[in-house]
């Protein structure tokens, strides 16, 4: 395996009710630097890295992929803090269900 999954496994209760974000330790206003924004951003680059390699060939150059850890943190407050954020705002209209605007 080309990297230890087990040092990102985080997430305790998979997809639970537990998978929230004080369980995970988020918190919106930490930002960047928040401990899980800063895992799931490395694992996002691993993840990138590892499929570039899969599916190029093996003499082509492998770029830098660096993840956006200000989206990181947006989306998590999304998924984790409240639908009613700009993430999903921005990703939908008046006719998009559940219907948050």
């Known amino acids: 395996m080309f990297f230890k999954f087990a040092t990102f496994a985080f997430f305790s209760y998979y997809h639970s009710i537990y998978d929230g974000a004080e369980k995970l330790g988020y918190s919106y206003e930490t930002g960047e630097s928040s401990s899980i924004v800063r895992r799931v951003s490395t694992l996002a680059e691993k993840l990138a890295e590892f ?3 899969r599916s ?3 003499s082509s150059r492998v770029p830098a992929f660096n993840s956006n850890r200000t989206l990181v943190n947006e989306l998590l407050h999304c998924y984790l803090d409240t639908a009613a ?6 990703a939908s209209n008046k ?3 559940p219907f948050y605007r």
Request: proline content about 13%; hydrophobic content about 40%.
């Open 95 to 97: 006719d998009t269900p």
């Open 51 to 53: 499929l570039w390699k």
């Open 56 to 58: 190029s060939s093996p």
């Open 85 to 90: 954020c700009r993430m999903f705002f921005a």
